[in-house]
T-cell receptor
């Protein structure tokens, strides 16, 4: 079945550092890929998405490129801020058009 | 756009009572709504999928008689935790999607504490 694997956290960075959170997936067909962010005590917010190979999703300085050849959708940001501290979930929609399969989440902690 | 609300945001109840959580799509019609449960420092576990006007589809291991889901309109779904027990304490999150997209929009979550 479908699955998503994310790097384990927490990822601890200083402000303005470069961020990469790895995400790889296993799916049949051509899933859409998503990154969601969850701030403490809140629900999930859609950060970005990509629907086909080589698409790049971007939002708020975050980027991720849909790489079919490596089945990856790594999240990157050039310069993180303290306010980026949150848990980041990689997900795909595959089985059943809109059902999401989530990774386990990666906590990001950014210090001043 | 694509705002989903949940009510209440927090609820504390006594063991044996029932609790209803509402999930509303505020600016779009949600043909499908999802209910998730999230344990501390864990990912989201899909509990059930509901389509407006039809019975919810529950994931394996989720008791449908304990977690009653109703999706009576295109903007409202409710989750009722019946005869709640302390092990039902958790963070419950709903999401919604319209028929034209595979993107789910999430509510802010409801923290349930059963004493």
């Amino acid at each position: 079945g479908d699955s998503v694997t994310q790097m384990e956290g927490p990822v601890t960075l200083s402000e303005e550092a470069f961020l990469t959170i790895n995400c790889t997936y296993t799916a049949t067909g051509y899933p859409s890929l998503f990154w969601y962010v969850q701030y403490p005590g809140e629900g999930l917010q859609l950060l970005l998405k990509a629907t086909k190979a080589d698409d790049k999703g971007s939002n708020k300085g975050f980027e991720a490129t849909y790489r079919k050849e490596t089945t990856s959708f790594h999240l990157e940001k050039g310069s993180v801020q303290v306010s980026d501290s949150a848990v980041y979930f990689c997900a795909l929609s595959g089985k059943g058009y809109s059902t999401l399969t989530f990774g386990k989440g990666t906590m990001l902690l950014v210090s001043p | 756009g694509a705002v989903v609300s949940q009510h209440p945001s927090r609820v504390i109840c006594k063991s044996g009572t029932s609790v209803k959580i509402e999930c509303r799509s505020l600016d779009f019609q949600a043909t499908t709504m999802f209910w998730y449960r999230q344990f501390p420092k864990k990912s989201l576990m899909l509990m059930a999928t509901s389509n407006e006007g039809s019975k919810a589809t529950y994931e394996q291991g989720v008791e449908k008689d304990k977690f009653l889901i109703n999706h009576a309109s295109l903007t409202l779904s409710t989750l009722t935790v019946t005869s709640a027990h302390p092990e039902d304490s958790s963070f419950y999150i709903c999401s919604a999607t319209s028929g034209s997209t595979d993107t789910q929009y999430f509510g802010p979550g409801t923290r349930l504490t059963v004493l």
